[in-house]
């Protein structure tokens, strides 16, 4: 590493930049780009919640919140998660608005780690979640799925680690990248594992809304969860609202106390009128995300054929709007990969290095793009496929 003229944070230095963002700043630079990598819904927000804002912004609203959040949108939390869960949240006490769940899982993970404490993360995984146990001071314990095991985990693996001593679990489904889900009966096994190591786990589930083969099972509505399980959601992927950057954290208060202290001194609040829009979304939002789940679904299963026709390995995911595709067919790295379709055929993916070191030999394909766009990129990937034998 070049010597700095500053003395600055080796433990920032030593971390890697997202493999996510450091590829799409090349895209930036390109024209006629067809994008299938940034993780992000092609449908703007439903217009109705556009309002809802507009009109807070005409009414003057424009000030702070509670650092908490706005109590009427802490409590429509609170209710869907009952109504969900079966699992009741003070909103008064348990329930903070974030800044998007990025910010919701530094806050938490800064909340409850003390130095040198062991956190599994499952890999393949979003590329913030190793680097924001280590800025908390925490060990990530990364934990591979394979995909004989169709890139799930393998509860065997948890346990052993949990032998060796865990703090917490970091646990993401319908997963950013593979698009994997668990079942009910498969979650029960991992719900045990928790409950029998008393593992603090920090449940991920902002694409729960977008699983497509079978109902989305929340982890906190096994029997005796909500003191291990920190439940993080948001508005960014099912309602079409990643720019508004509104998360939440529902977990018991000892947690959400210290987390709101962190989140006090750091971002204040998140913005009014983007909680506004939340409440609204709440409110109203439900037929709007099954109408664009509908077409996701359809996406995916063009989608997932094609790459498979083009000898592009692909399982079928269960969620999120993500394939996981092996090209270990072409011989080539995934970063290599990666580039030189862009650079021949201006087809943007993320090469699966940015979600695991195991991923040199996989793509990440985002479907929240239009189905034009899917099959214009296909389109010419098969050109390029074509063109390396």
């Given at each position: 590493m070049k010597k700095n003229k500053y003395d600055l944070s080796k433990m920032i230095e030593a971390l890697p930049p997202s493999g996510i963002r450091e590829f799409f700043d090349l895209v930036l630079t390109m024209d006629d780009v067809v994008s299938l990598g940034v993780g992000e819904p092609d449908f703007p927000t439903p217009w109705h919640i556009c309002e809802s804002a507009?009109?807070?912004?005409?009414?003057?609203?424009?000030?702070?919140?509670?650092?908490?959040?706005?109590?009427?949108?802490?409590?429509k939390i609170a209710h869907k998660i009952q109504k969900k869960c079966g699992v009741a949240y003070d909103p008064?006490?348990?329930?903070?608005?974030?800044?998007?769940?990025?910010?919701?899982?530094?806050?938490?993970?800064?909340?409850i780690l003390n130095p040198g404490d062991r956190v599994a993360v499952i890999k393949p995984s979003y590329v913030s979640y190793s680097p924001c146990v280590i800025m908390a001071g925490g060990v990530p314990v990364e934990i591979e799925c394979f995909p004989e095991n169709g890139f799930k985990l393998d509860p065997s693996d948890l346990e052993k680690e949990?032998?060796?001593?865990?703090?917490?679990?970091?646990l993401n489904y319908p997963c950013n990248p593979t698009g994997v889900s668990y079942t009910e009966e498969e979650l029960k096994t991992i719900a045990q594992i928790i409950k029998n190591y008393h593992l603090l786990t920090l449940s991920d589930e902002i694409y729960d809304s977008l699983t497509y083969d079978f109902e989305h099972t929340p982890l906190l509505s096994f029997p005796d969860m909500k003191e291990l399980v920190i439940y993080l959601n948001g508005f960014s992927k099912g309602y079409a609202m990643t720019g508004w950057r509104i998360g939440y954290v529902a977990a018991p208060r000892e947690i959400t106390g210290?987390?709101?202290?962190?989140?006090?001194?750091?971002?204040?609040?998140?913005?009014?009128?983007?909680q506004f829009a939340a409440v609204e979304a709440l409110r109203n939002g439900e037929s709007e995300v099954e109408?664009?789940?509908?077409?996701?679904?359809?996406?995916?299963?063009?989608?997932?054929?094609?790459?498979?026709?083009m000898g592009l390995k692909t399982f079928m995911p269960s969620g999120a709007f993500y394939t996981y595709s092996q090209i270990s067919s072409t011989k080539l790295h995934a970063k290599v990969f990666a580039k030189d379709l862009l650079m021949k055929k201006r087809v943007a993916v993320v090469p699966g290095t940015a979600f695991s070191e195991k991923g040199d030999q996989y793509i990440r394909i985002s479907y929240a793009s239009s189905f034009e766009n899917i099959k214009e990129a296909l389109f010419r990937m098969e050109?390029?496929?074509?063109?390396?034998?």
């Open positions: 507009i009109f807070s912004i005409e009414q003057g609203l424009t000030s702070y919140t509670s650092n908490k959040g706005m109590l009427d949108l802490r409590s008064e006490e348990e329930v903070l608005i974030t800044v998007g769940v990025s910010e919701a899982m530094d806050v938490v993970l800064r909340a949990c032998k060796k001593g865990l703090k917490a679990l970091l210290l987390a709101n202290k962190i989140h006090q001194y750091t971002m204040l609040c998140a913005p009014i009128m983007g109408v664009m789940k509908k077409e996701y679904k359809r996406r995916r299963n063009f989608l997932v054929s094609r790459l498979n026709e050109d390029f496929l074509k063109e390396l034998k």
